[in-house]
Every structure is written in structure tokens, then in C-alpha cells.
């Protein structure tokens, strides 16, 4: 099973890390000046938790936002144990 919330669907997802070098114009320089650009990966911050859903017990992925909607009530059929 792959890290993925439980609730809100978010998982690791890719990003850009720009290089750059020079001295920005407001500072008197003549500017910015990319010289790379790689992919990375950025993974949401997940934490495995028990939650009851259906009736049964399943210990699922949720990301911290969803921890924070479960601790003010179920929702769809999902609750903190």
C-alpha cells in the first residue's frame, strides 16, 4: 500500500529546485540568473493512525490536515479511535 492519505488523497508529489546565481538588480547587480533546474519529490507529512471505519478497526495513512478535521467529528464514515 503506497503513502497516501486515507482521506484527502494527498501523497508525495514532484517538484523543481531552482538554481540561481548572480546579484539581484535592487541590490545594483544586473539580475538573477538560472543555471539549473532538477526534480525532487516533496512528501506530505502523513502519520499512521487507527480509525474506525464501517464498524471495523483499519489503521490507515492520514495527513495532518485530515487528523485535524477527525479530531472535530467523524466524517464520511471515518472516525479517530
Known amino acids: 500500500m503506497s503513502r497516501v492519505c486515507a482521506l484527502t488523497g494527498r501523497g508525495t508529489r514532484v517538484v523543481r529546485r531552482v538554481r540561481r546565481r548572480g546579484r539581484a538588480r535592487a541590490e545594483g547587480g544586473v539580475g538573477r540568473k538560472v543555471t539549473g533546474v532538477t ?9 499512521k493512525k487507527t480509525v474506525r471505519q464501517g464498524g471495523r478497526l483499519k489503521s490507515v495513512w492520514l495527513s495532518t490536515r485530515a487528523l485535524r478535521t477527525l479530531t472535530r467529528g467523524p466524517v464520511e464514515g471515518m472516525e479517530l479511535v
Open 39 to 47: 526534480r525532487r519529490t516533496q512528501k506530505a507529512n502523513l502519520q
